[in-house]
C-alpha cells in the first residue's frame, strides 16, 4: 500500500477511534458521588502517529440543565496527515444526569467525504434511531435498534468512566451502541502505573477496553486508557494498537481547564 492510501487509512482510524477512546465506562447503578467531578471544563489532547504530530482533539463538558450534560469533542487532524487526507470531525452529544444517551450528532469530514450522523434515544421505549446522511453522494441510512436501560453513547461513556472506581484485576460490563450496533462492552482495570504525559507525572490505572474483534466494531485492535488514580480521574492518555499498517496510535493529555 502506497503511503498516501496508508494515510487515508489511519485517518479514518483516527477519527473513528478518537470517538471510541472516549468511550470509557460505567454502568449507571456504579456511579460514585464524587464531590469535585463531574464539573464544566475542556480537555485537549494531542494525536501522535509514528512519532508524527498528527491532529489535536478538544472536549468540553458542559451543563444545558440541573438535570442533563452537553458534551462535544472536535477533532481536527494536523502536519502531513492533514496536507494528505484532511479530517474535521464535529461531534455534539446530550445526555441526562447520569449521562445516559439522550440524543448525538457527528459532522465528519474526511478527505472527499462529508457525512452527517445523528442519533436519538427513545429511552422509555428502550430503542435508538440512527440516521446517516452521505452530503457527497446524496444518500442516506436509517436503522433502529432495541437498547438496554441507560445505554451509553461515545462521550457519555467517557465521561461516566471518571465516576467509578474499579480495582485492579475488576472488570464492568457496559451497554453501549454506535447506533449501528448495541453492544456489551468489558472493560478491566489492570494495574497501577506512573507515566508521564506532556512533562507531567501522573500516578494512573491503566484499563483495556474490549470493543474490537467484533465486539462493536470489526476492526482488530486493542484500546488502552490511563486514568488518574485519585478523585478526579483525569484521562490523560489513550493508546491504541491496530494491525498492519496502522500501527500504536497515542492520545495524550495536553491541558486542562475549568469552565
Known sequence: MNRSGTLQRFAGVVSSLLLLSFSSFAPAGQLANDPQFPYPERLTYSVEWRMLAAGEA???????????????????????????????DSYRASTSDRFCGANAFLDAQEGKKHLQTSLTFDNPRHKVDYDER???????????????????????AFTAMRLVS?????????????????????????????????????????YEAFLFD????????????WLTDDAERLPV????????PIGTITVELEKKERL
Open 58 to 88: 478538544v472536549v468540553e463538558l458542559k451543563r444545558s440543565n440541573p438535570q442533563a450534560w452537553n458534551i462535544s469533542l472536535n477533532l481536527a487532524s494536523a502536519g502531513l496527515v492533514s496536507r494528505l487526507y484532511r479530517v474535521a
Open 134 to 156: 452521505d452530503l457527497v453522494r446524496n444518500t442516506t441510512a436509517k436503522k433502529q435498534l432495541d437498547i438496554a436501560p441507560c445505554t451509553y453513547e461515545i462521550t457519555g
Open 166 to 206: 474499579i480495582e485492579p484485576g475488576q472488570t464492568v460490563t457496559l451497554p453501549i451502541t454506535d447506533g449501528k450496533k448495541m453492544a456489551y462492552a468489558k472493560v478491566q482495570a489492570q494495574g497501577k502505573e506512573n507515566i508521564t504525559v506532556s512533562g507531567k507525572s501522573y500516578a494512573t490505572v491503566r
Open 214 to 225: 467484533n465486539v462493536l466494531y470489526k476492526r482488530k485492535g486493542r484500546l488502552f486508557i
Open 237 to 244: 492518555q489513550f493508546r491504541m494498537q491496530m494491525g498492519f
